[in-house]
């Protein structure tokens, strides 16, 4: 089975930089996807690392670590919109399993 | 717009109902998953159709039901509803074990 850890919630300033972490224990692995929610509204994808080390997209980058069970997801030059909750979600073979996700605000 | 078109977006009914929720995911995706989503709970799988065969089930209810058409559109059927099963239910669909899924719009279904 799949277990997968991150922060309930989190607070961080416009324009500031933040870090979310997720870590996981897994019997089967193909790669870590982060997605983001806003409230009642679809996940929209973010990311996807299925080998170590790290990958940027604009100002949000994800970093992974198989041998740690480890992954963060850093979003940089904060803005208002994106306070809504970060999903970290663990790819078996077809089908993922998700986090209870990480509530972030954004203040100004 | 992730092209997964859900229908209804809104219902609501009463205990011990049956409800259908219909899904169409993106063109050229052969794979859909349905998930439940409450307050208290994360996104939780409930079951994935590949290319109209049943190919993984999660944490999906007896009283609960799915099937994908030879159009790969798929329904899920909720029977004999309780309250607790008021949730947001989203639809995905994928094009490759490496793809990201993307998610429609989600039924919110209530149940009074």
């Known amino acids: 089975g799949q277990n997968i850890d991150q922060p309930t919630e989190m607070t961080a300033t416009e324009g500031a930089i933040v870090q979310i972490n997720c870590t996981y224990q897994?019997?089967?692995?193909?790669?870590l996807f982060w997605y983001q929610q806003h409230a009642g509204e679809a996940p929209t994808f973010l990311s996807y690392?299925?080998?170590?080390g790290l990958e940027e997209k604009g100002r949000f980058s994800s970093f992974l670590s198989r041998s740690k069970g480890y992954s963060y997801l850093l979003l940089k030059e904060l803005q208002m919109k994106d306070s809504a909750s970060y999903l970290c979600?663990?790819?078996?073979?077809?089908?993922?399993?998700f986090g209870k996700g990480t509530m972030l605000l954004v203040s100004p | 717009d992730s092209g997964v078109t859900q229908t209804p977006k809104h219902l609501i009914t009463a205990t011990g109902q049956r409800v259908t929720l219909r899904c169409s995911p993106r063109?050229?995706?052969?794979?859909v998953y349905w998930y439940q989503q409450s307050l208290d709970q994360g996104l939780q799988f409930l079951i994935q159709?590949?290319?109209?065969?049943?190919?993984a089930k999660g944490n999906i209810l007896e009283r609960f039901s799915a099937q994908q058409f030879p159009d790969l559109h798929s329904e899920l059927n909720l029977s004999s509803l309780e309250l607790g099963d008021s949730a947001l239910y989203f639809c995905?669909?994928?094009?490759?074990?490496?793809?990201?899924?993307?998610f429609g719009d989600g039924t919110r279904l209530s149940i009074l």
């Open positions: 979600a663990v790819s078996g073979y077809s089908t993922l399993t």
């Open positions: 690392n299925v080998l170590d």
């Open positions: 159709y590949y290319n109209g065969e049943e190919r």
């Open positions: 063109s050229g995706d052969l794979s």
């Open positions: 897994t019997s089967g692995f193909n790669g």
């Open positions: 995905a669909s994928r094009s490759g074990v490496n793809q990201p899924q993307h």
